[in-house]
């Protein structure tokens, strides 16, 4: 992994900097301003430095397309907390840039003195205060590699705690694992493990403009997840916020209440709204409004289960293809089972590639499911909601707030 510093005069500046040097492929670690020195400081725009992340090749990750089965998942499921890997004194070489801990250290604070106070309880079981009182008649060396094992128990049973799949979570500590060193304090693990879970969210997506005509954006789903809400809030920010052109269509004609919600969110925002029932309708459309900026589809919420409806989707997603830029959202609760979540995903993915919409955080105490379809599907996140206020309860996805919910147990707003 690479870690490093940049800077500029904006954020957009420093970024580009990192990419330029590093290619496309960094993550985005910390942002920080910084005053300018010297006589003329107090004149100056301060700048602003950003530290970023690369994986290596050999850190890349493949997604996970289908679960496993049969014996081998099994096993998996019985396996021990601390896979053996962990129970190894010599595990690997550990490398780390000294800007990258001074920045992650910082960030890390509050959640490493959180894993301090924890792991000084004392243990809960006969055979874990066994091995307590085994371990103080051991060499200083010895003590220090039940500390990292201690650590990783914890940090196991945390990340298990927030629902993230125990093959994920094995994974992570597995890569861990391999660049580790005898007696590496447990403060590097916890920041090590901040930035393999943050390059597994991989950078966040946002709605962009397309180079000529509207972005025509899609957002499938199942019924319940809050689509329409979704989208009235998108819409919100581009035509209030950004003083952008934007037009709204449902193609959801089963339920009569979707379509007026919709219709009023457009009344407030005062922009065009038209229900669409054909797919010649939703091409004359698009030619009405080929000056628009974006172009926002509500589509039928629906039962993965419903090949019928799965068709007709599909039909509406692919019938612009080749006339202007899209993009295919998938809108999912992050209160929804895990099992239900994996079948949805897989369903929608016959339809087209999308990006990931999670809603609902407010009704959820645990965000692991977010971690566990990312590295299912590979699909970049976008956006999460939060509640029902439109345009306020919506904020692009940030894996930097994410890993730290997901690592202390702190709930609530993604910020």
């Known amino acids: 992994m690479i870690i490093k510093k940049f800077q500029g005069k904006t954020e957009e500046d420093a970024t ?14 910390n942002v920080k301003n910084l005053k300018r020195k010297g006589l003329f400081a107090a ?5 602003v430095e950003v530290t970023v992340a690369l994986e290596e090749e050999s850190e890349r990750f493949s997604p996970v397309k289908k679960e496993q089965t049969g014996a081998a998942e099994e096993a998996k499921r019985k396996s021990t907390p601390i896979t053996s890997a962990w129970q190894k004194t010599n595990a ?6 000294a800007a990258g801990i001074d920045t992650l250290e910082e960030k890390l604070e509050n959640l490493q003195n959180l894993l301090v106070q924890q792991m000084q309880k004392p243990e809960s079981t006969e055979t874990e205060e066994a091995e307590v009182k085994e371990q103080t008649d ?3 060396e010895e003590e220090k590699d039940t500390e990292i094992l201690r650590f990783m128990k914890l940090l196991y049973n945390v990340m298990l705690e927030n629902e993230i799949d125990e093959k994920y979570v094995n994974q992570i500590l597995d890569e861990i ?23 597994k969210f991989g950078t966040s997506f946002e709605i962009t403009p397309s180079k000529e005509g509207p972005k025509v954006a899609f957002f499938v789903g199942p019924t319940g997840v809050g689509k329409t809400t979704t989208i009235a809030k998108i819409a919100s920010q581009f035509s209030v916020e950004e003083k952008k052109k934007v037009a709204l269509l449902t193609a959801d004609t089963y339920r009569i209440a979707a379509a007026e919600q919709l219709r009023t969110y457009a009344n407030i925002l005062e922009v065009p709204f038209r229900v669409i029932y054909t797919i010649e309708e939703l091409e004359s459309a698009l030619r009405d409004f080929k000056d628009y900026d974006y172009v926002f589809v ?18 509406f997603v692919h019938c612009v293809d080749g006339l202007v ?26 339809i087209s590639d999308y990006k990931l919409i999670f809603t609902k955080l407010d009704e959820t105490t645990a965000f692991g499911n977010i971690l566990n379809l990312k590295m299912y599907t ?3 996140l976008s956006y999460v909601t939060y509640g029902q206020n439109v345009p306020e309860d919506i904020e692009r996805f940030n894996p930097q707030k994410t890993v730290k919910q997901l690592l202390s147990g702190q709930h609530g707003k993604n910020s």
């Not at 694992?177 to 390059?199: G, S």
């Not at 509500?298 to 039909?315: I, L, V």
């Not at 899209?326 to 979540?341: C, G, I, M, P």
């Open 43 to 47: 004149f100056q725009k301060p700048l």
């Open 92 to 97: 690997g070489i550990y490398e780390r840039s």
């Open 138 to 140: 051991k060499e200083p």
């Open 177 to 199: 694992e391999k660049v580790q060193k005898p007696n590496m304090p447990f403060d590097y693990a916890l920041a090590n493990t901040y930035q393999k879970m943050i390059l």
């Open 378 to 380: 590979g699909a970049n």
């Open 298 to 315: 509500d589509t039928t919420g629906h039962s993965h289960q419903n090949e019928e409806q799965k068709e007709a989707t599909k039909a």
């Open 325 to 350: 830029e899209k993009e295919v959202f998938l809108v999912l609760s992050a209160t929804t089972k895990y099992k239900d979540l994996l079948s949805i995903a897989d369903s929608y993915k016959e």
């Open 16 to 29: 580009a900097s990192a990419k330029k040097e590093l290619g496309d492929g960094v993550i985005v670690m």
